[in-house]
Every structure is written in structure tokens, then in C-alpha cells.
């Protein structure tokens, strides 16, 4: 390895970092993958382009693609249709060791009777490399992950985080153009999770290695990606970046599946100059009602974030119960409070409230110090500014 320029560790040394590393894009060009025996695609003309250094997550719920999608490009699943370019190269057909990637497995994929320095070398053992490159470039990495002390060590005397960046450290040796992280942290436990994910964005940033990794936890996408891909039933749903796709949501399902609580979907009736939601009007965009009209809708379906509605009554600490036989109906949607969250500064709220004739769960995000009793009732409207408006019949996003 090539380093000259000073970095600062994860363990507080300054390390060296690399120059003269090759960063790629990665292009999946209407790439196709169908399983023998299937008419249906895994993954169907999937588009995406990444940049040189780009971390890009791609997520989505199980059997998604994503997974397929990944192993596409390292060259485990064959391409039906469509290209996979790597820089300029089409790797398409290509084998995988031609391809210059290292892969990260959920598994860690470790050999248990090496030792960690072993496990990190091996690869460059098998390509030739002399062992004096060999244990030079395992030692650098060794300092990079904060395991120089475990060097001598073999797995099973490694807790699961610390295994984890072996398998990293064996990507890291080997100086790829990309690499593939195929949901790396699913075993670990979740307080692990959250500082080992902190530490794979940091060193990827630090590597600047173009680094495709999929996942099926969207705050692990949204915390750790440049961009974030969101895939359904093998179609590319969007891609953008995580605050963008956080405000605009390009469909029903992005909408719902990215954020955390998700967003509130809730279905009604288009009326003069917005929609109905309990007892008050709530404005939206011109261009929203003419599209909804356009498609002959009646209704749309509203998406409000749990911490974009406005309570009407919260009295003290505890919510205000109104009575249903007052003469003036209270502005905005009934809540009845089911479950309480309280996280300290803020608490969620999970409710249910009757739209059209149904019963809809919500959940509002309120004060950490005016959090309401179980079995009270919230009067909520949504901030008109903050709202999401989407096609009830396509899902498309309607609102600006």
C-alpha cells in the first residue's frame, strides 16, 4: 500500500492514508435477473449509476432484490438482460476475481483454525504476494480496524463486532476498486449494530472506496449511504439521498417504509381548496388537486410525519379530553391514546382515529414534558407545509 498523507485512527493514532487508489463508478444499466423456473424477474431493468467513492445503500423488505442485485455485480448471479459496468469496464459475464471487488458477508465467512492475520492475508497469499507485502499491508489495516492485538488470534476467541472487522480487514488488504456488503451487521446485537455502523461509514469515507451495501434496515440506510436506493418486488422504487428521499418520498411505499415511526398514510376525501382530515379543511398545492382530478380520484392519500402535526388541545402534562356532544367541534382528527412512548426529550404517541367509516392507527410526536395519559383523546391537525400528497389509485406522489 501506497500511503502518504496523515490520518487520524479510530484508535486516536495517526494513520497513513492512500493516494493512489482507483475509485470506480458502478452502473447497473437496465440490468435483469430471472430465476430458472420464474417468469417473474428478481430484479427487473434496475438503473442505477454511482460515483467514484459513492456509499450506496440498497434497501427494501425481503425479496426485494437486493440481495440478488449485489450479487449480481460481485458475479454470483448471472445477468439475463441489461449490462453491469464497473468503470468503464462491462463486467458483465465477467468472473468474479476479474472484477476487482471484495465482498463483506453477513456471515463474516471466516476460516476458524487461521488466525486473524491469516484470515486478512489470505487472499493476497493465494494471488502471490511475498509475505513480507503480505504482513506489511495486514499490520496497516490491522491499526486502521483496531486489531493489532488480535493479529495472533483465532476467531472463536473474537466477539461477533470484532469479527466483523476481520471480514473488513480482509476486504481492506486487497485494495478493490469496489466493495459489496451484503447486510454485514445483521448478527451482531443492536447497540453493536449502531457504533459498528458508525465505523463502517467513517472508514469508507476515510478508504474513499466506492462501497455498494445492501440492508433491509432502513435507519441503517438512512444514517450510513451517500444515496439510498429503495427497491420493491425487484423494481427500483427511487434513489436519492436520505433527506431527500426523507421530504419527498417519491411514492406510497418509499413513503412509508423510510422514516422512523413511519409516516402516517391516511386516505381522504379531496374537498374546495384541500382535503377533509376530521373536522378541519387542510390546504394543498393546486397542482396536487388538478392531478388527483386528472386521474379521477375523489380521494388522496395524505402522508404526515409523526412530528408534523400540530396537537389542538394538550393541557399541562396530560391531554385534554373532549366531549364528543360539544356544540363546536374541535379543529382536526379525534385520537383516542392507545401506547405512550416516552424517550425523554420527545414522546411518540400510537393512536387510532376514525376516517371514513374505518379505524386508522396514528402516531404523533409530542413534547417529552406534555406527554397525554393512555385513554385520553388528541385533537391533531397537520401543518399544511408539511404534508405529503399521493395518488389513491396509483401511489404516485402528487404534491410538490
Same mark, same amino acid.
Given at each position: 500500500?501506497?500511503?502518504t498523507?496523515?490520518?487520524?485512527g479510530?484508535?486516536?493514532?495517526?494513520l497513513?492514508?492512500?493516494?493512489?487508489?482507483t475509485?470506480?463508478?458502478?452502473?447497473?444499466?437496465?440490468?435483469?435477473?430471472?430465476?430458472?423456473g420464474?417468469?417473474?424477474?428478481?430484479?427487473?431493468?434496475?438503473?442505477?449509476?454511482?460515483?467514484?467513492?459513492?456509499?450506496?445503500?440498497?434497501?427494501?423488505?425481503?425479496?426485494?432484490?437486493?440481495s440478488?442485485s449485489?450479487?449480481?455485480?460481485?458475479?454470483?448471479?448471472?445477468?439475463?438482460?441489461?449490462?453491469?459496468?464497473?468503470?468503464?469496464?462491462?463486467?458483465?459475464?465477467?468472473?468474479?476475481?476479474?472484477?476487482?471487488?471484495?465482498?463483506?458477508?453477513?456471515?463474516?465467512?471466516?476460516?476458524?483454525?487461521m488466525?486473524?492475520?491469516?484470515?486478512?492475508?489470505?487472499?493476497?497469499?493465494?494471488?502471490?504476494?511475498?509475505?513480507?507485502?503480505i504482513?506489511?499491508?495486514v499490520?496497516?489495516?490491522?491499526?486502521?480496524?483496531?486489531?493489532?492485538?488480535?493479529?495472533?488470534?483465532?476467531?472463536?476467541?473474537?466477539?461477533?463486532?470484532?469479527?466483523?472487522?476481520?471480514?473488513?480487514?480482509?476486504?481492506?488488504?486487497r485494495?478493490?476498486?469496489?466493495?459489496?456488503?451484503?447486510?454485514?451487521?445483521?448478527?451482531?446485537?443492536?447497540?453493536?449494530?449502531?457504533?459498528?455502523?458508525?465505523?463502517?461509514?467513517?472508514?469508507?469515507?476515510?478508504?474513499?472506496i466506492?462501497?455498494?451495501?445492501?440492508?433491509?434496515?432502513?435507519?441503517e440506510?438512512?444514517?450510513?449511504?451517500?444515496?439510498?436506493?429503495v427497491?420493491?418486488?425487484g423494481l427500483l422504487?427511487?434513489?436519492?439521498?436520505?433527506?431527500?428521499?426523507?421530504d419527498?418520498?417519491?411514492?406510497?411505499?418509499?413513503?412509508?417504509?423510510?422514516?422512523?415511526?413511519?409516516m402516517?398514510?391516511?386516505?381522504?376525501?379531496?374537498?374546495?381548496?384541500?382535503?377533509?382530515f376530521?373536522?378541519?379543511?387542510?390546504?394543498?398545492?393546486?397542482?396536487?388537486?388538478?392531478?388527483?382530478?386528472?386521474? @379521477?380520484?375523489?380521494t388522496?392519500?395524505?402522508? /404526515?410525519?409523526? *412530528? +408534523?402535526f %400540530?396537537? =389542538?388541545?394538550?393541557? $399541562?402534562?396530560?391531554?385534554?379530553s373532549?366531549?364528543?356532544?360539544?356544540?363546536?367541534?374541535?379543529?382536526?382528527?379525534?385520537?383516542?391514546?392507545?401506547?405512550?412512548?416516552?424517550?425523554?426529550?420527545? @414522546?411518540?404517541?400510537?393512536?387510532?382515529?376514525? /376516517?371514513?367509516? *374505518? +379505524?386508522? %392507527?396514528? =402516531?404523533?410526536?409530542? $413534547?417529552?414534558?406534555?406527554?397525554?395519559?393512555?385513554?385520553?383523546?388528541?385533537?391533531?391537525?397537520?401543518?399544511?407545509?408539511?404534508?405529503?400528497?399521493?395518488?389513491?389509485?396509483?401511489?404516485?406522489?402528487?404534491?410538490?
Amino acid at each position: 500500500m501506497d500511503y502518504t498523507t496523515p490520518l487520524l485512527g479510530s484508535s486516536g493514532t495517526f494513520l497513513p492514508v492512500k493516494e493512489n487508489i482507483t475509485m470506480a463508478t458502478v452502473t447497473f444499466d437496465k440490468a435483469t435477473r430471472i430465476y430458472p423456473g420464474t417468469d417473474k424477474p428478481a430484479v427487473d431493468q434496475l438503473e442505477i449509476e454511482t460515483q467514484d467513492g459513492e456509499f450506496l445503500v440498497l434497501v427494501g423488505p425481503s425479496g426485494c432484490g437486493k440481495s440478488t442485485s449485489l450479487r449480481m455485480l460481485a458475479g454470483l448471479e448471472d445477468v439475463n438482460a441489461g449490462s453491469i459496468r464497473i468503470g468503464d469496464r462491462d463486467v458483465t459475464h465477467l468472473p468474479p476475481k476479474d472484477r476487482d471487488i471484495a465482498m463483506v458477508f453477513q456471515n463474516y465467512a471466516l476460516y476458524p483454525h487461521m488466525s486473524v492475520a491469516d484470515n486478512m492475508g489470505f487472499a493476497l497469499k493465494i494471488a502471490g504476494v511475498n509475505k513480507s507485502d503480505i504482513r506489511k499491508k495486514v499490520e496497516e489495516a490491522a491499526k486502521i480496524l483496531d486489531l493489532s492485538d488480535y493479529l495472533d488470534r483465532k476467531p472463536k476467541a473474537l466477539s461477533g463486532g470484532q469479527r466483523q472487522r476481520v471480514a473488513m480487514g480482509r476486504a481492506i488488504v486487497r485494495e478493490p476498486q469496489v466493495f459489496l456488503m451484503d447486510e454485514p451487521l445483521s448478527n451482531l446485537d443492536a447497540k453493536l449494530r449502531v457504533s459498528t455502523r458508525t465505523q463502517i461509514a467513517s472508514l469508507q469515507r476515510r478508504l474513499g472506496i466506492t462501497t455498494v451495501y445492501v440492508t433491509h434496515d432502513q435507519v441503517e440506510a438512512m444514517t450510513m449511504g451517500d444515496r439510498v436506493a429503495v427497491l420493491k418486488d425487484g423494481l427500483l422504487q427511487q434513489v436519492d439521498s436520505p433527506r431527500s428521499m426523507y421530504d419527498r418520498p417519491a411514492n406510497l411505499f418509499v413513503a412509508g417504509f423510510i422514516g422512523s415511526p413511519a409516516m402516517n398514510l391516511v386516505e381522504v376525501p379531496i374537498t374546495d381548496g384541500g382535503v377533509k382530515f376530521g373536522n378541519s379543511v387542510v390546504p394543498i398545492s393546486r397542482e396536487a388537486l388538478s392531478a388527483a382530478a386528472d386521474k @379521477g380520484d375523489r380521494t388522496v392519500t395524505v402522508g /404526515v410525519r409523526p *412530528e +408534523h402535526f %400540530d396537537v =389542538v388541545e394538550l393541557n $399541562g402534562s396530560a391531554a385534554k379530553s373532549l366531549s364528543k356532544d360539544t356544540e363546536d367541534a374541535p379543529a382536526g382528527l379525534a385520537v383516542s391514546v392507545n401506547v405512550v412512548e416516552e424517550l425523554g426529550a420527545d @414522546g411518540y404517541v400510537y393512536g387510532s382515529a376514525q /376516517v371514513g367509516g *374505518e +379505524h386508522k %392507527d396514528l =402516531v404523533v410526536r409530542v $413534547g417529552g414534558r406534555s406527554v397525554p395519559d393512555k385513554g385520553a383523546e388528541l385533537h391533531v391537525v397537520p401543518r399544511p407545509g408539511e404534508i405529503h400528497v399521493f395518488s389513491t389509485s396509483t401511489g404516485e406522489r402528487l404534491s410538490d
